[in-house]
């Protein structure tokens, strides 16, 4: 594994929430505690706000490298990670990584970004229940996709993104659920 990879593994941090940018609208959907960290109301957060809304949040500056990382994901149809701090009226100063992934369209561009944020403030580097252990696979996973990529195994990455879908999935199953539930999909 190269430097830049093991650089960025990390402990499983206290999960806060999962977030899609539709770059075709240029709005940001959000689940209620990613809304309360940036100072956006959850009732609109959830069906979607101008991007701009939760970069007011950001701050101002961790925002030019926040935006340098958001672009060269969005260019390149790469995975997306940053750490920054954003000022929330609720929780104040607080130190988050984004983690996140491009789908494209078939002409190759990047339609939607989505992904999750993680707490850098979390006090334990142990993964805790259900959502942590799937937030510390779900980073794995992006990880070996990675991996797979440098390798030039196409097929190889697509069944890795195939189960990171998946992973995701449990994962929103288990936050909707408080970690309740199995986390499984009816479908599979």
């Not at 706000?49 to 790469?78: C, K, M, N, W, Y």
Request: contains cysteine; proline residues 3%.
């Amino acid at each position: 594994m190269d430097d830049r990879r093991v650089k960025n593994l990390r402990p499983a941090d206290e999960l806060i929430g999962i977030w899609t940018s539709d770059k075709v609208n240029n709005l940001v959907i959000a689940d209620q505690r990613v809304c309360e960290y940036f100072n956006v109301d959850p009732n609109h957060g959830q069906s979607g706000v101008p991007l701009r809304t939760f970069l007011d949040a950001v701050h101002p500056d961790d925002l030019p490298e926040l935006t340098r990382r958001s672009a060269q994901a969005i260019a390149s149809g790469e995975a997306f990670q940053a750490s920054y701090r954003v000022i929330s009226v609720i929780h104040g100063l607080r130190q988050v990584h984004a983690s996140g992934q491009c789908f494209l369209n078939r002409a190759g561009d990047c339609t939607h970004l989505s992904g999750y944020l993680l707490s850098g403030d979390a006090s334990t580097g142990a993964a805790s229940g259900p959502t942590g252990l799937l937030s510390e696979v779900i980073e794995n996973l992006m990880q070996a996709r990675d991996l797979a990529d440098d390798a030039g195994e196409s097929l190889l990455r697509r069944l890795i993104e195939a189960v990171l879908l998946e992973a995701g999935f449990r994962l929103a199953a288990h936050m909707r659920s408080d970690g309740t539930s199995d986390g499984g999909r009816d479908d599979a």
